[in-house]
């Protein structure tokens, strides 16, 4: 069975500061992978996901993400962090002709200070 | 086009009662999914319905089931209420396909006395 870890619980950043969010993944095969954020009384919104092709991939707001196979990671990065991003940020794992059953990080806590 | 709709947003229930929570998906997608969200837990797959069928289903106690309808409305019943039952319920739909987006809704809050 798929698993995905998230090993920052919590991380705080400057405003205009640089972020990068860990997530490591376990599956056999080559999964789907996704970075939802959820904002303080709001369910999650997807920032992006990959599931084939190019490892770099663009989401909205900003952020990008890299799938590193041979690390079985998927970290999210934003070059200058807003203090609307403040949020927690969940990464999740799917798989590959599988129906709907994703798997989801224990989620990490920005908070951003100015 | 109408988000993700849950219905109630806040419950307080005692042990051993019972619940219903809905959820309406976005029109055209056949696909609900469920997840209790807890501090320090994550989210946590309960089950998946698709075209009134239930297709996954995560790792959860008997107590906790669901429907769907024809419409795609989606409804979860947990029974016999425990203390842990309390959590944030969220709800996602989507056109049924692992690589298509979830979309969420705002979940309802249940606590358990």
Request: aromatic share 0%; proline share 0%.
């Given at each position: 069975a798929q698993s995905v870890t998230q090993p920052d619980i919590h991380i705080t950043v400057s405003e205009g500061a640089s972020l990068e969010l860990r997530c490591n993944y376990s599956y056999g095969a080559t999964p789907y992978l996704f970075w939802y954020v959820q904002s303080p009384g709001q369910g999650l919104q997807l920032l992006l996901k990959y599931f084939s092709g190019d490892t770099l991939v663009q989401g909205i707001k900003g952020f990008e993400a890299e799938f590193k196979r041979s690390q079985s990671s998927f970290n999210l990065r934003k070059p200058s962090v807003h203090w609307s991003d403040a949020a927690e940020y969940f990464c999740a794992v799917g798989v590959q002709g599988g129906y709907q059953k994703v798997t989801f990080g224990t989620g990490t806590k920005l908070q951003v200070i100015p | 086009k109408a988000g993700v709709t849950q219905t109630p947003r806040y419950l307080i229930k005692t042990r051993g009662q019972q619940v219903t929570l809905s959820c309406s998906p976005i029109s055209g997608h056949r696909s609900v999914s469920w997840y209790q969200q807890t501090p320090g837990q994550g989210l946590q797959f309960l089950f998946e319905y698709f075209s009134e069928t239930q297709r996954n289903k995560g790792n959860f106690p008997g107590r906790f089931s669901g429907r769907q309808f024809s419409n795609s409305r989606s409804e979860m019943n947990v029974s016999t209420l425990e203390l842990g039952d309390s959590a944030l319920y969220l709800c996602a739909s989507s056109?049924?396909?692992?690589r298509e987006e979830q979309f969420f809704g705002p979940g309802t809050r249940l606590t358990v006395l």
């Open positions: - | 056109s049924g396909q692992v």
